[in-house]
């Protein structure tokens, strides 16, 4: 299980990183077919790979799963690691999308790792860190700025040429991409800022390995939250909503750039009858 700690308001939450589009698929022909803890894509396997390094990023399997199903770009399948009883689950996933940039390919590689590195019937969390991955490098409040000028105050007809001229296709691209991704509050996980912080001054005066862990538990929440906030702004801005990307139960949005362009156009149509 991904998990993304974050801080909203007073507190810390644990929010479960998912692919939508990952499905269960435990048929017996898979098990002759494939072998547990791999990534299987037109008849190419990740393991047996030159993508497959010790020092590989997490974008090395997004480039592994694109490349080698260029033209059809189909479903590719992932197995997981055995249990006890020689069992290992095996997933269908969807093809991603277009590449935005590495950050965001590393966060898909992480989900599809994720499931790779799973084990049936056992349970075990793994951190995401967004500004880690860099799945916001590319959105600066400069170019929030200019994209939200051009939402404001350009006619509707120009809005598309606005967007390539000012090359701000990747901000769009951007959503579309986190379109994959379901977040979900790990129910009874969050914890009082106050409280975790009361904890952690008295822990970092021992200079342990666990008052280490505090601190770098804390800064990946907070490293989060100006994450999310980033991509809060530029959903705003694009669809003229708040972001409800995180959420407590199976619910989630997903939009493409066609709904992109028809919010944008509503947004400026709205402001124009509020002037």
């Known amino acids: ?32 077919e494939f072998g547990p803890n791999n990534i299987y894509s037109f008849n190419k396997d990740f393991n047996s790979s030159s993508y497959n390094t010790k020092d590989s990023l997490s974008s090395s399997i997004t480039d592994f799963i694109r490349n080698s199903d260029i033209l059809y770009k189909r479903r590719f399948y992932v197995t997981s690691r055995e249990n006890s009883d020689n069992f290992f689950d095996t997933y269908t996933v969807e093809y991603p999308k277009i ?18 590195n799973s084990v049936p019937g056992s349970f075990k ?24 000028s051009i939402a404001k105050n350009e006619k509707p007809s120009n809005y598309q040429n606005a967007i390539y001229e000012n090359d701000l296709e990747d901000l769009l691209e951007t959503l579309n991409f986190l ?37 770098n538990y804390y800064t990946m929440a907070l490293n989060n939250k100006e994450c999310y ?38 947004s400026n149509e709205d402001i124009q009858k509020a002037a």
């Not at 694009?238 to 939009?255: A, E, F, T």
Request: aromatic share 8%; proline share 2%; net charge positive.
């Open 179 to 215: 379109s994959l991704f379901d977040l979900e509050v790990i129910p009874k996980s969050s914890i009082k800022l106050e409280d975790f912080q009361s904890v952690a001054m008295s822990i970092n005066k021992l200079n342990t390995k666990d008052s280490k862990m505090f601190r």
């Open 229 to 266: 906030s980033l991509i809060s702004r530029l959903y705003n801005i694009v669809y003229n909503d708040s972001l409800n990307w995180i959420h407590n139960d199976k619910r989630s949005v997903n939009r493409d750039d066609k709904d992109v362009i028809v919010k944008l156009k509503k």
């Open 1 to 32: 299980m991904l998990i993304l700690p974050i801080i909203n308001r007073n507190r810390i939450f644990n929010v479960e990183v998912r692919l939508k589009t990952a499905k269960k698929c435990n048929d017996y022909k898979f098990k002759s």
């Open 99 to 116: 590449k935005v940039n590495k950050g965001l390919d590393n966060l898909y590689g992480e989900a599809v790792n994720d499931l790779r």
């Open 125 to 148: 969390g793994h951190y995401v860190d967004f500004a880690k991955l860099g799945i916001t490098s590319h959105i600066t409040p400069e170019r929030l700025n200019t994209l939200d």
